[in-house]
T-cell receptor, first 112, second 113 residues
Framework: DSGVTQTPKHLITATGQRVTLRCSPR?????VYWYQQSLDQGLQFLIQYYNGEERAKGNILERFSAQQFPDLHSELNLSSLELGDSALYFCASSVLGEDEQYFGPGTRLTVT | QQQVKQSPQSLIVQKGGISIINCAYE??????FPWYQQFPGKGPALLIA?????SEKKEGRFTISFNKSAKQFSLHIMDSQPGDSATYFC????????????FGSGTQLTVLP
């Protein structure tokens, strides 16, 4: 158990809908990262937050957005969902100044 | 642009054998190279990591070999066990404040009993 929690574990929704994925980092970790894992694209970085501020952006679609709240939990919002958005979404966290990123168990999103 | 290339895609090893997975990178700004292990239905778990100033790092049965001039690094699993059967990902982290991991494509390891 990495100490990173993610909810929900599974999510099934229809095209065009909007969903919110939630992540709680390890105690003391200020940085949160979101990654997408799909069969065709592999593991890809989406976005990083540090202590509430966006720090880096990767291959994140404009339909996706994220934020980190004062209690350090983070949410990833996916809107206007398409079939191709079906994937595993992972959250990871790390301590300031440390390179190790610890991943949560993921949320499996299925868009039908 | 794939910045970390990983091979092989799949690997079958007998119990007790040595498993070797290779990765190559292009971006010289990378300064931290972790390996992750992922079991089905689970998140990637940090296994072992190395920095470019070290040529080898060993933790138990797992060893990373690093060749900075060739921009290559590899994971060696000694005395491979059926419980090691999982997907292994190499990754790389750039220097600076943006700490996004770039992953290789993964290697599915099967250790036969």
């Amino acid at each position: 158990d990495s100490g990173v929690t993610q909810t929900p574990k599974h999510l099934i929704t229809a095209t065009g809908q909007r969903v919110t994925l939630r992540c709680s980092p390890r105690s003391g970790d200020l940085s949160v990262y979101w990654y997408q894992q799909s069969l065709d694209q592999g593991l890809q970085f989406l976005i990083q937050y540090y202590n509430g501020e966006e720090r880096a952006k990767g291959n994140i679609l404009e339909r996706f957005s994220a934020q980190q709240f004062p209690d350090l939990h983070s949410e990833l919002n996916l809107s206007s969902l398409e079939l191709g958005d079906s994937a595993l979404y992972f959250c990871a966290s790390s301590v300031l100044g440390e390179d190790e990123q610890y991943f949560g168990p993921g949320t499996r999103l299925t868009v039908t | 642009q794939q910045q970390v290339k990983q091979s092989p895609q799949s690997l079958i090893v007998q119990k007790g054998g040595i498993s070797i997975i290779n990765c190559a990178y292009e971006n010289t700004a990378f300064d931290y190279f972790p390996w992750y292990q992922q079991f089905p239905g689970k998140g990637p778990a940090l296994l072992i990591a190395i920095r470019p100033d070290v040529s080898e790092k060993k933790e138990g049965r797992f060893t990373i070999s690093f060749n900075k001039s060739a921009k290559q690094f590899s994971l060696h699993i000694m005395d491979s066990q059926p419980g090691d059967s999982a997907t292994y990902f190499c990754a790389a982290l750039p220097s600076g404040s943006a700490r996004q991991l770039t992953f290789g494509s993964g290697t599915q390891l099967t250790v036969l009993p």
